[in-house]
């Protein structure tokens, strides 16, 4: 996948073509502290959020916004000083902990009308993200992957500083950080005070997809969202009806990574 043939740049006599960033070159610790000293931009509320920058040509902008890229990191900036007028349009399909950005590029083929965003906590890991989807807006001519973006944000602070009442479709979290000690569970990204913010977020009937290879997890992650009043668990056989299931059991990274290991 790092090997495919990326940007494309024209001039008056030959389209030329940029290769891909190497995620060899945006390695990071899988684990983070998400209750340690993290210092990043974070909006007030929802009405200092500009969707405009991460979605340009939803909001008329053309040509990518001179490929401009927004991660809210030291490289790209995202500052939420200014107070916007209420969007439109926002991101209806998040990926929480989204990595390398593996099951929002698959989300794509199955949404290309929805706004999607994943969200995750480590700097240079987002920022590969951000690269690689300016990389393949460019590389389609400014007509595919428009509907993607990726911000850093740490979810388990500030989730409800993004998203207005009842305006998700959809959440993943995807092969989450298990924190298999005890005294590190209140670290993991389901549990019932963030799937109550979660819920108030979410549309009626929309849904909290969650996937891992970690059997513990898994049991948590059912129980806490069985016990949640807001939450109810479909019966099996609609998740395997389910085309985002297939997504995520095979569309990502990690995903790959358990395959080939036999998980």
Known sequence: MDAEVDKIEEDSSEVKRVNMPKKNKFRMHAHINPFGNLTMPTPRNTR???????????????????????????????????????????????????????????????????????????????????????????????????????????????????????????????????????????????????????????KPGGMIYVVTDVKDLHDWEVQKLSEHPMFERLPVDMEKLNECELAMREGTDEARKVIRNGG
């Open 48 to 202: 200092f959020v500009d969707w405009s920058i991460h979605y340009p040509s939803f909001f008329g902008v053309s040509k990518n916004n001179d490929n401009k890229i927004y991660t809210n990191t030291g490289k790209y900036q995202i500052a939420y000083d200014k107070e916007v007028e209420r969007p439109i349009i926002a991101p209806t399909i998040l990926d929480i902990g989204c990595g390398y950005g593996g099951l929002c590029f698959e989300l794509t083929k199955i949404f290309p009308e929805k706004l999607i965003l994943g969200m995750e906590i480590r700097d240079k890991v987002i920022n590969f993200v951000g690269e690689k989807i300016n990389t393949k807006r460019n590389n389609s001519q400014y007509q595919e992957f428009m509907n993607i973006a990726a911000v850093r944000s740490n979810c388990m602070k500030t989730f409800h500083h993004y998203f207005e009442k009842e305006s998700i479709d959809k959440i993943f979290f995807c092969f989450a950080d298990p924190h298999f000690k005890k005294q590190n569970h209140r670290r993991r990204i389901v549990n019932t005070a963030l799937l109550t913010e979660y819920a108030y977020c979410v």
